[in-house]
């Protein structure tokens, strides 16, 4: 299949114009970064978080120059409990509420089960899985009381189909699909939506230099575009079900890509 072009990002419509969000792990140069930036064009009042000071920093930077408005920037290890209520509480002070968080950290890696360690499987598992059940718990201490609030997880293809490898990645994905569709129950008497974007490959400059050029080759080929995803299209994702205009999806986990079968 020929590669087609990639179209370019389109013109902001203040969908969440005046709406605190917060984008976990939005430093550097993929899919959290770009939501931040998505966010930022659409009017949000942001709060990006990272545990990586200086790229924290640098992100904000970028951010401010491009929008003109600079981000609150808070350093969270989403391993650590208290950062994370430090986080919700940090854009609470800030802003009044949080109405909308984005779950985007997650940890990566290649292992056979074979030869896959304990510290192999439960890293990948805290970072990708349980951080995203901590912040959603946490967060959802300011959002039942005001019984508003929108929580989008990023999920991945990987927790629908099979690949050699990733039993952990897979395994934490699947989860954080079952832990949307799960806790989206729980809260929709209080008025939240919880949903999950679903990207297979994203490209960008981290994994283009921790990935070799035949695996990339091989994803981007699979796709009905012959192409990887740009960081951004799945950002706009994000964006719409922030959004008013996805107001009765709860639950729903939506693939960004032909690979989910």
């Known amino acids: 299949m020929s590669e087609l072009a990639t179209p370019t ?34 009017g949000a009042r942001l709060t990006i978080s990272d545990r990586h000071e200086r790229r924290l920093t640098e992100a904000a930077d970028r951010i401010e120059s491009e929008f003109g408005t600079r981000p609150l920037t808070i350093v969270c290890d989403v391993t650590d ?69 929108v929580i989008i997880n990023n999920a991945s293809v990987i927790g629908w189909r099979a690949q050699a490898g990733q039993a952990h990645y897979a395994a934490a994905k699947a989860g954080v699909m079952a832990l949307t569709r799960c806790s989206a129950l729980d809260v929709a008497e209080h008025g939240i939506r919880i949903n999950a974007v679903s990207p297979s490959i994203a490209m960008h400059a981290h994994l283009a230099k921790v990935t070799s050029d035949e695996l990339l080759g091989q994803l981007s080929a699979r796709e009905a575009f012959g192409r990887a995803a740009e960081p951004w299209e799945i950002a706009n994702v994000m964006v719409f079900l922030a959004s008013d205009y996805s107001s009765y999806m709860t639950g729903e986990v939506v693939s960004v890509s032909s690979q989910h079968a």
């Open 9 to 42: 990002p389109g013109p902001a419509h203040g969908l969440v114009q005046g709406r605190s969000v917060i984008v976990t792990a939005a430093a550097g140069t993929g899919i959290g970064f770009a939501a931040a930036q998505r966010f930022a064009a659409e």
């Open 81 to 149: 409990q208290q950062q994370i209520d430090d986080l919700m509480d940090g854009a609470v002070a800030a802003y009044g509420a949080v109405d909308v968080l984005v779950n985007n950290a997650g940890l990566g890696g290649t292992a056979s089960v074979t030869d896959m360690t304990d510290d192999q499987w439960n890293s990948v598992l805290d970072v990708t899985l349980t951080s995203t059940f901590r912040a959603t718990r946490s967060v959802l201490r300011h959002m039942v009381p005001r019984r508003a609030g």
